[in-house]
């Protein structure tokens, strides 16, 4: 294992320095002039032909007309209310919320 780790970090080390190198041997400052699109259009031997098909669009029908009476009136949804797992330091869990036990007395009757 620890030859294959040394061999990668040699083959590492020589491709940065390659790189480094090839680098400075490039930056001779001569400006080349960048390649040219000799022809803007493809070759017809690489151009696969396709066949074509028109859209067909269907008619647009009306729909149905709906029957009032099954519409009902809108329920508002339950609320739960879920009780955290702890309420902090000086509040207790009234039923609906965390109260804060400093200002306001627990209820410490029967439950009911």
Not at 1 to 18: C, D, N, Q, V
């Amino acid at each position: 294992m620890e030859l294959l780790m040394r061999s990668l970090l040699a083959f590492a080390t020589a491709l940065a320095i390659g790189g480094i190198l090839l680098g400075f041997g490039l930056a001779s400052g001569d400006a080349h002039a960048a390649p040219v699109l000799t022809s803007p259009e493809a070759s017809p031997a690489i151009v696969e032909k396709v066949a074509m098909y028109g859209r067909r669009y269907r008619s647009a029908v009306p729909a149905d007309p709906y029957d009032d009476s099954l519409v009902g009136e809108a329920v508002p949804a339950p609320v739960i209310v879920i009780r955290p797992p702890s309420c902090g330091v000086y509040k207790y869990w009234d039923g609906a919320a965390c109260v804060d036990a400093r200002y306001t007395n627990p209820y410490l009757g029967p439950k009911g």
